[in-house]
């Protein structure tokens, strides 16, 4: 059985910074793609950034290209996203997801989901 749980998420002021961990359960892990979406208050989730099994391969959104890092162990079943220079429009709540195949920008080809963290940045 798959499991993905975030965690890290928290109230940060606008120019900080958090690191966002999302732990796998399961053997997907290390020949999965990872992504990181998020849903803002009022809008449709996003697609933030993505990793490919191996680490290699990485994809932002453009809205966040500069300010976060995706990152993976596969030893630890670990995703990172690192985020720096946090601004308010980055409020959401971020979802870790996984994939097999290739990174890819579309929700809907995700296989596993976890239960989301809540990221808040005080402007």
């Known amino acids: 059985q798959v499991q993905l749980v975030e965690s890290g998420g928290a109230l940060v002021q606008a120019g900080g910074s958090l690191r966002l961990s999302c732990a796998a359960s399961g053997r997907f892990f290390s020949s999965a793609a990872m992504g990181w979406f998020r849903r803002a208050p009022g809008k449709e989730r996003e697609f933030v950034a993505g990793?490919?099994?191996?680490?290699?391969?990485?994809y932002y959104a453009d809205s966040v290209k500069g300010r976060l890092t995706i990152s993976r162990d596969n030893a630890k079943k670990t995703v990172y996203l690192q985020m720096n220079s946090l601004k308010s429009e980055d409020t959401a709540v971020y979802y870790c997801?996984?994939?097999?195949?290739?990174?890819?920008?579309?929700?809907?080809?995700?296989?596993?989901w976890g239960q989301g963290t809540q990221v808040t940045v005080s402007s």
């Open positions: 997801a996984g994939k097999t195949g290739s990174i890819s920008y579309n929700a809907e080809s995700y296989d596993y």
């Open positions: 990793i490919s099994w191996g680490g290699a391969s990485t």
